[in-house]
């Protein structure tokens, strides 16, 4: 593609600037992620920069910069965040910490939308996403106040005779409601509408396919059975004829119920040639007593090699004739710190170091690797994958790994005090708890392991609830997930601390209880309704030796962020009885957290 028909996105680290860049190409114009150290050469021949957010202060030592001739350039800019306030900063403005960090929804009042091209379209007044703690005090000379939220004077800028736009909101994320307008708008600005589609990309993905694999060599897919092996199969089986890929299915034993036989049956229908591997005890002997989330992600990871690895040898396969494939995505290649700023938010099992020694010497393959969940469902439904496919819920490569906590954390009863008092403002029947065990989140781009809090179940309103728990992780930096016990207007006294351990037994017992969810996600209808619902063990539950499940639903686009999903309350009654009857299972939580703070999986 020719470079004046792109947009550049400046990685300036967080997790924002991919989000950026494939909100951009789903509104029809093509992207690719720079670094702020790329030479301004580099920048010349495009059609429009942003610059994304990212953790940092601008006024940090060692905070990323780039270099301020990149506004000189004659190319519209786009500012987001982070970008915003560099590039405020370089044209002589001034940015300071706001002493007040906001993270969450905000309102932002626009003056005159049907001014400028930048602001054609939104309304006076828009909902935003806000996620910062620095903010520009003073704007350089030429700008423009385009917009502003109460706590921020700022909130949109810009320079219209150059072209240069500064926003402290994310545009990208959904909770913005009319990001995508104020993007398009941009994209307009740069004149490069229509310039990217699933479509150019199978034309061109096809041909790079094609190159990379010469014509005596064979793909050897890792299979997992959820969307994005799938269609990577489809993909290279289209590139190079059916007869050279051939597909690897591991057992790890962190499957679902009675996942192995149904893929094993459904891949067969789809003209798959299957290996199916049991190495559950393997998998199970390895992670006795681990309870730490990379680690355990590290040795799962690590297994998934030795795995391939024998089987390519008792398939007798001759290691210079195959190549490994695999269906890695764009997120995970981001939330790994596979960019250059991106704080390491986690480690994905398909790049532990192993792998990536294999994808630094050629011999790995990925050919979704430039996409996000909704162009892999659009490209696998143009390569004929029946919607029950398309439509799965994403599924962790590490399956129920993550899925089963093993950490302990004392709790500390003065802030269960503390918060507690705290939430009476919202009503006078809250009761609150805290879990003897960390939970996970990304506060501010960082990953953080802090409390998960417990509410008792004193109102049916969801929108409070909602309020509740953004006001309590905003307020209490200790705090990262809020979830809520259904049906019981009394908490227990105290969680007691079980160990739990990732074995046949545990995993059997966590696989019966998703089991249960997911039928009464297909028997209601609800299934499409929801992005993601991991089902979640914990180690704790009223008496000893008792855990519990957490039901965490969410509706996301890319998984970047995320909100719970506002269950109908029958239909989580009707699970929350059908879990509890399962044997050792203690209580069933509802996690009320969206992402930010906390994250999707629980691990
Ligand atoms: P989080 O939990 O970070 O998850 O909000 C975002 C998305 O990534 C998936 N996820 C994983 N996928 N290996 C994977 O292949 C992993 O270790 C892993 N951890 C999280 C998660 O299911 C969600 O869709």
């Given at each position: 593609m020719e470079s004046d028909k792109k947009i550049a996105v400046v990685d300036f680290g967080g997790q924002y600037a991919h989000l950026i860049a494939s909100r951009v190409r789903?509104?029809?114009?093509?992207?690719?992620?720079?670094?702020?150290?790329?030479?301004?050469?580099?920048?010349?021949?495009?059609?429009?920069?942003?610059?994304?957010?990212?953790?940092?202060?601008?006024?940090?030592?060692?905070?990323?910069?780039?270099?301020?001739?990149?506004?000189?350039?004659?190319?519209?800019?786009?500012?987001?965040?982070?970008?915003?306030?560099?590039?405020?900063?370089?044209?002589?403005?001034?940015?300071?910490?706001?002493?007040?960090?906001?993270?969450?929804?905000?309102?932002?009042?626009?003056?005159?939308?049907?001014?400028?091209?930048?602001?054609?379209?939104?309304?006076?007044?828009?909902?935003?996403?806000?996620?910062?703690?620095?903010?520009?005090?003073?704007?350089?000379?030429?700008?423009?106040?385009?917009?502003?939220?109460?706590?921020?004077?700022?909130?949109?800028?810009?320079?219209?005779?150059?072209?240069?736009?500064?926003?402290?909101?994310?545009?990208?994320?959904?909770?913005?409601?009319?990001?995508?307008?104020?993007?398009?708008?941009?994209?307009?600005?740069?004149?490069?509408?229509?310039?990217?589609?699933?479509?150019?990309?199978?034309?061109?993905?096809?041909?790079?396919?094609?190159?990379?694999?010469?014509?005596?060599?064979?793909?050897?897919?890792?299979?997992?059975?959820?969307?994005?092996?799938?269609?990577?199969?489809?993909?290279?089986?289209?590139?190079?004829?059916?007869?050279?890929?051939?597909?690897?299915?591991?057992?790890?034993?962190?499957?679902?119920?009675?996942?192995?036989?149904?893929?094993?049956?459904?891949?067969?229908?789809?003209?798959?040639?299957?290996?199916?591997?049991?190495e559950s005890e393997a998998f199970y002997n390895a992670l006795v007593g681990k309870v730490d989330p990379e680690e355990k992600r590290m040795i799962v990871g690590n297994l998934f090699l030795d795995a391939q690895a024998r089987a390519v040898s008792e398939l007798n396969l001759n290691p210079k004739e195959w190549l490994l494939g695999q269906g890695t995505i764009y997120p995970d290649t981001i939330e790994s710190g596979g960019t250059k700023h991106s704080h390491k938010i986690k480690t994905h099992h398909n790049r532990v170091p192993a792998i990536q020694a294999l994808i630094e010497s050629g011999e790995i393959i990925e050919p979704l690797r430039d996409l996000y969940k909704d162009e892999v469902r659009e490209l696998g439904t143009k390569l004929g994958l029946p919607s029950e496919w398309t439509e799965r819920h994403p599924f962790p490569g590490p399956g129920l790994v993550v899925r089963m906590i093993a950490t302990k954390k004392d709790i500390e009863a003065n802030l269960e005090n503390e918060i507690q008092s705290y939430l009476q403002k919202f009503n006078s029947k809250i009761q609150t708890r805290l879990l003897p065990f960390p939970s996970v989140g990304v506060q501010g781009d960082q990953r953080t392991y802090a409390n998960c809090l417990v509410l008792n179940d004193f109102t049916e309103d969801w929108e409070l609830l909602d309020k509740i728990a953004t006001d309590a992780t905003n307020k209490f930096r200790s705090i990262n997930r809020v979830v809520f016990l259904p049906g019981e207007i009394n908490l227990p006294v105290k969680y007691l601390f079980t160990e739990l351990h990732l074995n046949r037994e545990l995993s059997d017992l966590l696989r019966e209880a998703d089991s249960t969810v997911f039928s009464i996600l297909h028997n209601r209808n609800i299934h499409n309704e929801i992005w993601q619902m991991p089902v979640v063990m914990v180690p704790c539950g009223r008496e000893v030796d008792q855990f519990s499940i957490v039901l965490r639903p969410v509706e996301s686009n890319e998984a970047m962020t995320a909100n719970f999903y506002r269950m109908d309350r029958a239909v989580l009654n009707k699970m929350k009885h059908s879990i509890r009857s399962i044997s050792g299972i203690s209580d069933v939580f509802f996690d009320l957290t969206n992402k930010p703070p906390g994250t999707i999986e629980w691990e």
């Open positions: 789903r509104l029809g114009a093509y992207t690719e992620i720079l670094s702020n150290e790329d030479s301004i050469e580099q920048f010349k021949n495009y059609a429009g920069i942003i610059f994304s957010g990212g953790p940092s202060s601008v006024y940090e030592k060692d905070s990323p910069k780039i270099d301020p001739e990149i506004l000189n350039l004659g190319i519209p800019v786009l500012g987001i965040c982070y970008g915003h306030q560099l590039s405020t900063l370089l044209m002589g403005g001034k940015v300071e910490n706001s002493g007040n960090a906001e993270y969450g929804p905000a309102n932002i009042e626009i003056k005159n939308p049907k001014k400028y091209e930048i602001s054609r379209g939104l309304s006076n007044l828009e909902k935003v996403w806000m996620s910062h703690g620095d903010e520009v005090r003073k704007l350089p000379e030429g700008f423009e106040v385009y917009g502003s939220s109460d706590s921020c004077e700022f909130a949109f800028v810009g320079d219209d005779k150059r072209k240069i736009y500064g926003i402290q909101f994310h545009p990208e994320v959904t909770h913005t409601t009319h990001g995508n307008i104020l993007l398009s708008n941009f994209i307009r600005i740069c004149s490069v509408e229509h310039s990217w589609s699933v479509d150019q990309f199978i034309e061109r993905e096809i041909k790079i396919i094609q190159e990379h694999v010469s014509p005596e060599r064979k793909v050897f897919l890792l299979v997992s059975g959820g969307v994005d092996s799938t269609v990577a199969y489809l993909l290279l089986a289209k590139a190079l004829g059916a007869d050279r890929v051939r597909g690897l299915l591991v057992d790890t034993g962190f499957m679902r119920k009675n996942e192995v036989t149904d893929l094993k049956l459904n891949l067969k229908k789809l003209g798959f040639d299957l290996t199916v591997r049991d």
